[in-house]
């Protein structure tokens, strides 16, 4: 029995460096590139330990900037023979180069009508394939914002996949109508849903598997109780630019830490825990149900205090 895992990395410009009133170079070196260990790094990591990763690719920030803004990240992530996915944050529709996010769209999917969020998401697959990607065939919603009507729209124009359904963050922003427990892979609308892993950190509180979230304890964990209780898949979230500080100008060595054992653990376990593309079509065993990992106050405790490291120390700005 294997268990296929997703490595995901979201990547995308960030709003906040636009609304600093950053320009793009500044903008694409701290979105992409920040401290040395952004997606060139990421890649660099995976390639050394044999792994897959789908890059979710926003490409909206090109209608502000023109296709060189999200070419260079597309080309990239294909040259190192990884999987490129559509990501879309919807606030750069409305956005202007000049004006330090004055003006914006709205932020998120699910405040769009079907009809728009079709319109949307089929302008951003252009935009995408514009930039030199392949077909996508799966799809995440900025800030996990999706819906029921995301899904119908994604099913109307040919998407196989969506992983935009994150409990942590039901019933808002992520509003589809599943379960806040829900890590199992379901098909509802025409497309199959694979939702964002979970553990359960403290009881009644669920808590997304992505980096800057979970400590070393909390990833092993989570991917051991996958195997014992035979999960359908596993999903896992990063950032292109996760690893460094918020400012992008220095790297958090606690995520850098924690990228290099969760790449270290998953190349030890290939054998049940294959990383596995979206692109690669995989079809889903029907598992039953699957429940995220139960609480530890020990595991917790730890990560609470890599947390406060973090933000006191590794947050700083250079």
């Not at 490409?59 to 990240?73: D, N």
């Not at 914002?145 to 992520?174: E, I, K």
């Not at 898949?233 to 996760?242: D, L, R």
Request: charged share 20%.
């Amino acid at each position: 029995m294997t268990i296929p895992v997703f490595l995901t990395v979201d990547t995308e410009l960030m709003w906040r460096h636009h609304a600093a009133g950053c320009d793009l170079a500044t903008q694409m070196e701290r979105s992409i590139d920040p401290a040395g260990v952004g997606v060139r790094f990421q890649l660099d990591l995976l390639a050394r330990h044999g792994l897959k990763a789908s890059f979710f690719i926003d490409p909206m920030p090109a209608l502000v900037f023109g296709l060189a803004a999200v070419r260079p990240v597309v080309e990239m992530v294909i040259a190192a023979g990884q999987g490129v996915q559509l990501h879309l944050h919807p606030n750069w529709a409305g956005a202007r180069a000049d004006d330090a996010g004055a003006s914006h769209g709205r932020f998120d999917l699910i405040q769009y009508s079907l009809d728009e969020q079709r319109a949307l998401i089929s302008g951003a697959r252009d935009l995408l394939k514009a930039c030199g990607a392949p077909d996508p065939v799966a799809f995440r919603a900025g800030s996990y914002a999706a819906n029921d009507d995301t899904l119908t729209a994604l099913a109307d124009l040919g998407f196989r996949y969506d992983s935009s359904f994150n409990g942590a963050h039901a019933p808002s922003p992520s509003a589809i109508g599943l379960p806040p427990r829900q890590i199992a892979p379901v098909r509802r609308n025409g497309v199959m849903e694979v939702p964002v892993t979970l553990i359960e950190d403290v009881p009644g509180n669920l808590r997304q598997f992505q980096l800057c979230a979970l400590s070393q304890g909390e990833m092993r964990a989570a991917l051991d109780h996958a195997v014992a209780a035979r999960h359908a898949a596993v999903v896992i979230v990063s950032h292109g630019f996760e690893l460094a500080n918020r400012a992008g100008t220095r790297a958090n060595a606690v995520h850098v830490n924690r990228i290099e054992a969760l790449c270290a653990m998953l190349a030890d376990m290939r054998e049940v825990l294959p990383t596995t593309l979206f692109s690669d079509l995989p079809a889903f065993p029907q598992r039953g149900a699957a429940e995220p990992l139960g609480p530890n106050r020990l595991r917790t405790s730890w990560r609470q205090a890599e947390q406060l490291w973090s933000n006191l120390v590794e947050e700083r700005a250079a």
